[in-house]
Structures are given as structure tokens and as C-alpha cells.
């Protein structure tokens, strides 16, 4: 049987669809508000799933009567720049695909036959928009967010100016390849349609969701009570060309089908239909007869609900979670926050039980600059009570690779912000999408006043489940926060509102026991959006639906408070305790994944603690100005990029190739910054140097300075010659392990000709291994094609490029199991997420990449000397550097890597003669220690972890530590201690790591575990001394101190006076006490939070 139109004899035209008139029948989007009804396949024996379909086309058809009239706005015009003419654009019509916005207008005359009517606008530009009515920023275009109303009662005939700055990208950063204007209208809501709709478009989601659950019998009473509201329903179907006038409008909208499963659209059909009549409105009558239906079913409803009463409670928060970059540039997320914020601000504006919060200083510094009159609203609503500032910090950082100096930065610049803009501090912690979190951070929150922690990502792991989400997290040091997480298994921290959503969150919920009521945030988000007006309707009619858990709007903060917080009493369970890191078991490549973001990072993070000790330094002994703000800019650039998608390698291209420019000129400044605080302001008499030590530990003098005139140079302290040698890079290592140069101070050298200087001592390069260096003797250093000796320690290469030996030589052992440092090449393809994962199952498929030649000796001296190895495959290009230094139990391994090609893992490994059940290493102002083994599938998921400076394989009385200069991604699996170099994902970065590398790792072997002296060689090289050209007289220590364990964080000016903040922390996980000295008179002393809130006045006697 054919269905041509001649055949059928139908009066109604079948055309191809031109623009206007293709819009003229999809423009309606009725979908978007039952975005949560899942499709169920209809089972012919089953009678509830038939009533279901059936309830579901009702629903349908009732939809096309959601509006009472429209307008569309055929024509407007575009321009690409705002010095650019306009161009005309019609409906239909593609613009332009650039990298900055596009501006559009339109302009429309209100029907008088629509005054008193409330008037919404729909629009669909092909990408994300900014709107403005009549010039004046009105709410965010998207997908989800098309309609938005803007008149209460048209006066009829008033002249309307719509704009809108848009680009070519959806949410996701998704590019349109032909953005095109798909819909302009605006629109009459039916009021009483849409109410009735919401409301019945609500239980049938209910309805579903506990048919899914089995819970039979209710959803048999939800489904009668929908069939008697459809029965009373009177629609017009006596006019078959405007009833399909009204059908063909959502039949052919793009929401409709893919939400509903209607295999009987008419957009499914090969044939395009028109029906050019407009539909007639409904009478009052027939309006009055909705009323009365939705009155009745109100009241059925209200009846089903006592018996079927709520099961559990949801606290609800709007949200809109908008990453600061990811698949989109910075420049695009300062636009994606306006476009959300007045969406939201309109939604408080109509929405009384509407509550919303918001993370990140820097997302409200990005308002303050570029929207002031946005940023006044948002303060008025925060004073309101309606708009929650929360989280605490700067950006929602990377949980796991962060310095504690780091956090407390975000800490201090997020908290300050908030206090001196909305006049109040935050105290929950709001990190729902960062990859883990560091056991260190608990004490520091608290020390910032942030009691209460959540995070939604641990329900990501992906093999053992976490075992609560209401909880107290214990930190390293034994502090504890009262953390909460909620599993929303359909849409996450980005809720909907829909009944699988609340009723799954509540199901997940483990803390029933203790508290009764679980958090759930809502709206649209990653890239940004918020929550949109079909979401609070839904909440409104959710709320009240049979089954399903009540719900609460309100403040976060408010949440933690309600929260039962004692311990097991008679036996009735009291809030469990985590304690340590929280480790996802997943996204473990963003340990390694675009390295040289992660080498800025580290280095920027170093160089800022330098450049404030050397600025307190100038500020205390010269009185000079602290460079408070420059210091200030360059913190908040690093803040900015260890936003949870930049430092863990997560972005896009363009997102890395302007980290790395910010990263390098912040680098650069800085260390500017510091060489300005350190050179003396004392006029010169001669080439003298000063070595800074910026650190709170005297160290022995061995620095790297670049070579002063023409030919060789020469050193001496007070006249007494210091140990040189000349590099090929031009410049001059000296060093002389007699001499120290005092903590925060410096030592004078003075440099001279090599013709006048002293000789210094001959050394047969190549002789046999000296003894042990006496006192006031030279040290110890000799090279041999294949062998490094000094005094401690005796290395040995094999052919290959691997160590075939470390020999220690004052503990008499062997520090190798097997050869050292052999480099892996692995296949790296993980199941999904490119640039987060690594799977476990990657040492499946390696190659060992060997050495081209014989090792060559590339240094040769007193000082240092140094082998090199190159290794080729393919594109591929590594040349390590294998140094030992005199005096110095650290041997470091100098790489450069040229590194071309995709889909690869390049790591090293150390087999260590070592027996131990647990590996130790570096985080926050601490350490931790984890299994080393793979007994228990908790074990066996973390095959790669995260680690800052060092981690350690110790038994008792000996240990090995592995360094490194810029990595954070190590394994540990029995005496094997790996560490991932280099990475090579192509999403979302194509070219990620692509190009050349440079970094350093190294091997400490050691007495004793970890705390022999680990934490000391990372910090030695990480922060080397300083020389600077100036001439001046040492100054003192400025602090001494007692325990022997205390390192420095910072020493700074105060925020908000003059008084210095000196920041110790103890590594080891010991306490004790200190006595701390000083250099210069004090009137005041007093123990500071992060804040720098006095919290305890010290005693002081003299100068201590």
C-alpha cells in the first residue's frame, strides 16, 4: 500500500520543508521538562508497561497545547566584531564559525491580541548565547536553557529588541560544523495546560521509576489516577488540520522523540508534512475544565501520598558546576559563568524555594571584572540568604598534586575573597569532581574554619566501592572533618530532578542509620548551564509524589549543621571515620599526563616560597617594600592552573599551549622577583657573589653560577679557595663541604682570574677508588667509561644503559636487586578517558628501550662527574645523564627526552634490595604509607599512585628513596619501585606531550628509613642555593630552631600588617616542642592559623 498524496486524496500540502517553514512546526520543545522519563520497551503481556506507553502518548498529544500562541521571528541580522557591518540572517540561515562571539538582533512587534498575556521568547541559535533584551542581559542560551520568559502582561502592540552574543559551541564545547538560527519566537504560555502537563508529566516519571523498582502496586494507583485526569480532558480533535498543526509541532521537535521513544512521530516518516493553518487557542471552558481536572488530581494525589508516604529525605542545592577549562579555553568559561549566573539570578528572582551555590573566588573575580552589575545582584542575593558562596578556595583544585603550601594558598586567596566580598567566610569544602584527595587535607580546612568536606567523585571508582558518603575524614595528622558524598548513579553532581535521581540517591544513601537525610545538587553542569525552570518545576510536584523521598531546598552549609555528629551510644551506630588519603580508583594517568604543565607547576610553586623568603628577608634586614600584589598575581596564576582539568593533563590543546605561557612568564617574574630581594643595595668594590640559603637548615656549599668575564674563574671565601669546576654550558660549579652557608642567610665569595687564583690540587681521574674523606680533606670522585665512585657510593652501567650496580659503600651492600633504571616503552590505550587513565593491565605490552653505545663521560672534575647513555626507538630520543656529585649519597639521572608518537607509556623501573611490606611517599606537608603488595583488591587497585617529591622503600636499618624534580606518578609492587616519565594520549589533547623534555630522578640510599635524610636531599634539589652578583656583608640567620626535623613552608609578610608569618611544618609525623631564635628584636610572637588568625600568644625571652 503506497501513502502519496495522491493516492490518500489528502487536502493537506507534502513539501520539502523550507527554513521558515520547518521552524514554524518544530519550534515547540515540550520534552525538555520530562528530560528524566526514561523509554521503556513495551512488553505486549504486561498490562502496566502497555498503560504506561499509552499514558505517555496522552502526555504527548497534550503537549501541543502547552502554548496559546506564537510569533516567529523570521529575520534579524549578525555581525562578527563590533566595528563590523551588520548582515541580514533569516531563519535557517548558517553564520559564521569563529573563536570569539558572534552578535545577533532581532526585533519584534507583541500582537495586540496578546495584551495581559504573559509572553515567553524561544530561541535556538546553533551554540551557546548571552541574551539580552533591549539591551540588558537577560539569561544563558543552550540546549537546555531555550526559553525564557520576559513580559508578566503585554501591554499588545510594544516593540521588543532581542541580541545575543553567541558561539559556535555547545555546552560541552561540542563545535557545530554549520551553526545555523534554527528557532526565533516568542511565545504565550497556556498557564493552565502547562500545569496540568508538569504536573501528570511528574508522576508518570514517578511512575516509571517504581516500576523499575517493582513496586507494582503503586505505580497501578499512579496510572489510574493519570488515566481519570486524561479521560476528563477535553482537547479540540474536530479539526483535523489544526489538531495536526498542533501535533506536528512537537512530533517534529527534536527533544520529543528522543526522550519519548515515539516510533509514531511524524518527523520518523518519509514523507515531510506541512499543515501552514495556525491552531486556534482553547476556550475559556475548555481552560476551566483543565483547572478542575488538575484541582482533582491534586487532591487523588495528595491521598495516594498518605498511603504511599515518603521514603527518606533529600536535601537539595542548585548547582552549576562550571570547569574552569576542559574541553574549552579560560576566555569561554568567563562567558560560560555570565551566561549561567543570570540565568540562575532570573530563577531566584521567580522562584522563592529556589537556593543555589557557587564555588571558586576566581569565577566571582572573573564577574567583578567583567560584569560589576552581575556581581551586585549576586552580592544581593548572598545577603539574601538565596546564593551560597561556598568551597573555600580559589578554583576546586586537583586533589592530590597540590604542595601544602599550595593548598594553603587556596585557602588563604579563596577565604580572604569571600570575606571581603560577601562579607563572610566559607566552611564547607566543595570539591565534587577532583580525582582524590591527600590525607593532609583535613587539618589544613580546619585550619582555614572549613569543618565540613564533600566530594561526589569516589563513587567513580571503579572496583571497590567507597564505603560510606556521611562520614568523619581523619587526616594525617588526626584532625577530622565531617565529609558527606552522595551516588547518583544517573547524572552525578549534575541532577535533573527526576524520580530515578531522587530515588536512587536516597537508595544509595549508607548514613540512613545515623542521619535521615542525604544532599543531592541539581542542575545542569561541567559546562556550566545551572539548573533550569523545568527542574523547579518538577521540583514542586516531586516533592509531594507518592514514594518518593520529601524534599528539602536550602543552603549547604545549613545541611552539615543538621548532622548528628556523636559516636556509637547503646549500641545505635554513631558517624564512621576514614582515615588518610581518599584514593579513586581511577584517572590515574593524570599523575603523568602533560608533563610539562606539571615541571611548571612544581618549579612555580618552589620559586614562590623562594621569592617571598627572599622579599621578607629585604623587607626585615633592609627594610625594603614587599612586592605584596606582584607576589599576589603570580600566586593566583598558579592557583588558576591546578584547577581539577589543567594540572591533571585533562584539557584541550589550546588550554596547554597557554598554561605553559602563563606558567613560564609567572616562572620567570618570579625568579626576577626573588634575584631583585636577594642582590644587596650596597654599592659594589669588586666581583663578589652572594650564595643564599633560603631554607631553615644550615647547608654545606655547593651551588652552580654562570662564569664571570672572559675564560675560567676562580672562587674564594675570606681569602680560602674553593673547589671548581667548569661545565659546558659555560658555567662554573664550586663547592666546599667545610663550609656552610647558614640557614635564611648568605655567605660573600669573591670571584678571580684562574691566573691569579691558587692552583688547586691535581686527580688522576681515573685511579682507584680513595677512602673514606677525612676531615679538611678533599673529597673523593672518579669516572670510568662505565663507572661513577665517590666516598659513599660506587655506580656501575651496563652496556645496555641500565645500572648494573650501586654499591654503598659505607654500609657495605648492594642497593640493587636487578639492573636499575630500565626504561619501558608500554602500549598505554585505556578502556576510555585518554588523558585520565591508565589501566591496569598496561605491562601486558612493553618493550625495554636499550642504549645505542658504550655510556660516554660528559663530566669530569672535583665536583661532579657525569656519564651519558642514549636510547633511540623510533621517534623517540632519550639521553640520560648519569651524575654523582662529591660528598653526596644522591645520584641523579639527567633526561632529555624527544618524544613523538601516540598511545605510549614511557617509565622507569628500580628493582631494590630491599625486603618491606609498604612504600612511603611524599604529600602535603607530610607523608603516607601504603601496601606495597596485591593481597586485597583495595591493594590491587592502586597500581599507580600519587607522590610528590620522593617515595621510599625502607627495611629496618636501610632504605632507598626514589626522587624526582616534576613527577607524580609512581608504582610500588614488592622491592619495585617504578615512576611514570611521559605519556602520549590524543584526547582531548591530540598532541599531548608531543616535543622535547628535560627532568631530573634520582636515587638516595640511605641509614634508617625515610626520615634519614629524604626529605632534606628532595628539598636540596629542588631549591638549590641562590647566587647572586652583588656585593654586601652576610647577615645572621634570621631564625634558628630546635628539632632537627621542622622545614620551612613560608616565611612571608603578613595579609593585613606588618609582622612576618613564618610557616614550619614536621614531615615525620612526630610532635614535640621548638624553641625558635632569632635575629632581631620582637615585640609580639603568636601562633597563627592559615589564615593567619592569632590563635595563641607565645612567650618570648630575649631573643627567643
Known amino acids: 500500500m503506497t501513502t502519496s498524496a495522491s493516492r490518500l486524496k489528502s487536502p493537506y500540502r507534502r513539501i520539502a520543508v523550507s527554513p521558515i517553514r520547518r521552524f514554524a512546526r518544530s519550534f515547540l520543545s515540550i520534552a525538555s521538562f520530562h528530560h528524566g522519563v526514561r523509554y521503556l520497551p513495551v512488553t505486549r503481556s504486561d498490562p502496566l508497561q502497555q498503560s504506561l506507553k499509552r499514558l505517555s502518548n496522552r502526555l504527548l498529544e497534550l503537549g501541543g497545547w502547552r502554548d496559546r500562541d506564537w510569533n516567529l521571528i523570521p529575520d534579524g541580522e549578525f555581525r562578527v566584531r563590533a566595528d563590523a557591518a551588520w548582515q541580514p540572517v533569516r531563519l535557517g540561515d548558517p553564520w559564521p564559525i569563529q573563536e570569539l562571539p558572534i552578535e545577533f538582533r532581532f526585533s519584534v512587534v507583541i500582537p495586540k491580541i496578546w495584551v495581559g498575556s504573559p509572553v515567553h521568547c524561544r530561541f535556538r541559535l546553533g551554540g551557546e548565547a548571552l541574551l539580552f533584551l533591549n539591551d540588558q542581559p537577560l539569561a544563558g542560551l543552550n540546549t537546555f536553557h531555550e526559553e525564557h520568559p520576559i513580559l508578566i502582561e503585554a501591554d499588545g502592540g510594544e516593540t521588543l529588541r532581542f541580541s545575543a552574543q553567541a558561539v559556535s559551541h555547545g555546552l560541552f564545547g561540542t563545535p557545530s560544523a554549520r551553526p545555523c538560527v534554527d528557532l526565533a519566537a516568542v511565545v504565550v504560555p497556556e498557564r493552565d495546560v502547562r500545569s496540568l502537563y508538569d504536573d501528570l508529566a511528574s508522576v508518570l516519571d514517578a511512575a516509571r521509576y517504581h516500576y523499575l523498582r517493582g513496586r507494582y502496586s503503586l505505580v497501578e494507583l499512579l496510572a489510574d489516577l493519570m488515566h481519570r485526569a486524561f479521560v476528563k480532558i477535553s482537547l479540540p480533535r474536530n479539526d483535523t488540520e489544526r489538531y495536526l498543526a498542533r ?85 569561554e568559561t568567563r562567558r560560560k559563568a555570565r551566561r549561567t549566573f543570570y540565568t540562575v539570578i532570573g530563577l531566584i528572582d521567580r522562584y522563592p524555594d529556589f537556593h543555589f551555590n557557587q564555588s571558586s573566588a576566581q569565577v566571582y573575580s572573573w564577574i567583578e571584572q567583567d560584569d560589576p552589575a552581575l556581581f551586585e545582584k549576586i552580592r544581593a542575593q548572598v545577603k539574601a540568604g538565596r546564593w551560597e558562596p561556598i568551597g573555600g578556595m580559589w578554583v576546586e583544585p586537583d586533589g592530590n598534586l597540590l604542595s601544602g603550601e599550595s593548598w594553603v594558598r587556596q585557602l588563604l586567596f579563596g577565604q580572604r575573597y569571600f570575606e571581603s566580598r560577601f562579607g563572610r567566610r566559607v566552611n564547607v569544602a566543595w570539591l565534587p569532581d577532583s580525582f582524590g584527595f591527600n590525607g593532609s587535607l583535613p587539618q589544613l580546612l580546619v585550619s582555614a574554619g572549613i569543618p565540613f568536606f564533600f566530594t561526589h567523585k569516589l563513587s567513580w571508582s571503579e572496583r571497590n566501592p567507597f564505603p560510606y558518603n556521611l562520614y568523619w575524614w581523619e587526616g594525617i595528622d588526626g584532625t577530622r572533618v565531617l565529609a558527606h558524598s552522595f551516588t547518583n548513579p544517573e547524572t552525578g553532581y549534575n541532577a535533573r530532578l527526576t524520580a530515578p535521581e531522587l530515588g536512587e540517591t536516597w537508595q544509595n544513601f549508607l548514613g540512613k542509620r545515623i542521619h535521615g537525610t542525604t544532599l543531592l545538587s541539581f542542575g545542569y553542569g561541567d559546562g556550566g548551564g545551572g539548573p533550569s525552570e523545568e527542574m523547579l518545576e518538577r521540583y514542586s510536584r516531586l516533592r509531594t509524589c507518592p514514594g518518593l523521598p520529601d524534599l528539602k531546598m536550602g543552603l549547604v552549609a545549613d545541611f552539615y549543621k543538621e548532622i548528628p555528629t556523636v559516636p556509637t551510644v547503646d549500641g545505635v551506630p554513631g558517624v564512621p571515620v576514614w582515615v588518610g588519603e581518599q584514593y579513586l580508583e581511577y584517572h590515574r594517568a593524570t599523575f603523568t599526563t602533560q608533563a610539562k604543565v606539571k615541571l611548571l607547576h612544581r618549579q612555580l610553586e618552589q620559586a614562590l616560597v623562594e621569592a617571598e623568603t627572599a622579599a621578607a628577608l629585604a623587607f626585615v634586614w633592609d627594610g625594603r617594600s614587599y612586592p605584596t600584589e606582584r607576589l599576589a598575581s603570580r600566586w593566583q596564576t598558579l592557583l588558576l592552573h591546578q584547577f581539577h582539568d589543567i594540572l591533571p593533563g585533562s584539557s584541550i590543546h589550546s588550554v596547554y599551549e597557554a598554561a605553559h605561557k602563563e606558567l613560564t612568564a609567572a616562572l620567570e617574574e618570579t625568579a626576577k622577583l626573588r634575584e631583585d630581594s636577594l642582590r644587596s643595595s650596597e654599592p659594589s668594590d ?162 625495554e628501550l636499550l642504549a645505542l653505545a658504550e655510556p660516554e663521560i660528559v ?246
Open 247 to 331: 501535533l506536528a509541532a512537537i512530533s517534529q521537535s527534536r527533544s520529543a522523540e528522543s526522550f519519548y521513544g515515539n516510533e509514531e512521530s511524524l518527523a520518523s516518516l518519509w514523507e515531510r508534512w506541512e499543515f501552514p493553518v495556525k491552531p486556534s487557542p482553547l476556550t475559556p471552558e475548555q481552560l476551566q475544565g483543565f483547572r478542575e481536572v488538575r484541582e482533582q488530581f491534586r487532591k487523588d494525589l495528595a491521598e495516594a501520598r498518605s498511603r504511599f508516604p515518603a521514603e527518606g529525605r533529600i536535601w537539595l542545592t542548585g548547582h552549576a558546576h562550571i570547569d574552569l577549562a576542559w574541553l574549552w579555553p579560560l576566555q
Open 686 to 847: 669588586g666581583p663578589e657573589y652572594l650564595v643564599w640559603n633560603l631554607q631553615i637548615r644550615d647547608r654545606p656549599l655547593f651551588a652552580e653560577v654562570m662564569a664571570v668575564g672572559k675564560g675560567p674563574s676562580a672562587f674564594s671565601m675570606q681569602g680560602r679557595p674553593l673547589l671548581t669546576q667548569e661545565l659546558a654550558n659555560g658555567g662554573l660549579l664550586l663547592a666546599d663541604s667545610d663550609v656552610n652557608v647558614p640557614a635564611l642567610s648568605a655567605v660573600t665569595l669573591r670571584s678571580e682570574s684562574a691566573a691569579t687564583s691558587p692552583p688547586q690540587d691535581d686527580q688522576d681521574q681515573t685511579s682507584e677508588p680513595t677512602k673514606p674523606r677525612r676531615t679538611g680533606a678533599r673529597p673523593s670522585l672518579t669516572i670510568a667509561s662505565r663507572q661513577i665512585e665517590n666516598q659513599d657510593l660506587r655506580v656501575t652501567l651496563k652496556p645496555d644503559g641500565a645500572l648494573e650496580s650501586m654499591y654503598d659503600k659505607t654500609f657495605q651492600r648492594e642497593v640493587l636487586a636487578d639492573r636499575g633504571n630500565q626504561l619501558w616503552l608500554f602500549t598505554d590505550i585505556p578502556r576510555q578517558f585518554d588523558a585520565w587513565d591508565i589501566d591496569g593491565t598496561y605491562t601486558d605490552e612493553g618493550t
Open 859 to 1104: 663530566e669530569q672534575g672535583p665536583v661532579r662527574a657525569a656519564l651519558r647513555v642514549v636510547r633511540r626507538y623510533e621517534e623517540i630520543e632519550i639521553l640520560q645523564d648519569y651524575r654523582l656529585t662529591a660528598s653526596s649519597r644522591r645520584f641523579e639521572i639527567v633526561t632529555k627526552v624527544r618524544w613523538h608518537g601516540r598511545r605510549r607509556l614511557l617509565r622507569s623501573i628500580f628493582p631494590l634490595a630491599i625486603h618491606t611490606h609498604e612504600v612511603w611517599s611524599e604529600t602535603a606537608f607530610g607523608a603516607v604509607a601504603r601496601p606495597n603488595h596485591r593481597n586485597t583488591p583495595w591493594d590491587q587497585a592502586r597500581f599507580e599512585i600519587p607522590v610528590h617529591r620522593w617515595a621510599d622503600l625502607s627495611e629496618p636499618g636501610y632504605g632507598v628513596s626514589l626522587l624526582n624534580n616534576g613527577k607524580y606518578g609512581y608504582s610500588a609492587h614488592g622491592n619495585v619501585l617504578g615512576i611514570s616519565l611521559l605519556r602520549g594520549a590524543i584526547y582531548p589533547d591530540p598532541y599531548a606531550d608531543e616535543g622535547d623534555h628535560e627532568f631530573v630522578y634520582a636515587l638516595f640510599p640511605h641509614a634508617g628509613d625515610w626520615r634519614n635524610g629524604t626529605v632534606r636531599e628532595a628539598e636540596e634539589m629542588q631549591s638549590p642555593l641562590r647566587i647572586t652578583p652583588t656585593s654586601g656583608s652576610s647577615r645572621p640567620s634570621l631564625f634558628r630552631f630546635t628539632g632537627a626535623s621542622l622545614r620551612l613552608a613560608s616565611l612571608k609578610k603578613a595579609e593585613d600588617s606588618e609582622a612576618i608569618i613564618l610557616r614550619l611544618y614536621e614531615p615525620h609525623g612526630g610532635r614535640g616542642k621548638t624553641t625558635i631564635e632569632t635575629a632581631i628584636p620582637l615585640q609580639k610572637a603568636a601562633i597563627v592559623n592559615i589564615l593567619e588568625d592569632e590563635t595563641e600568644e607565645l612567650t618570648l625571652e630575649g631573643e627567643r
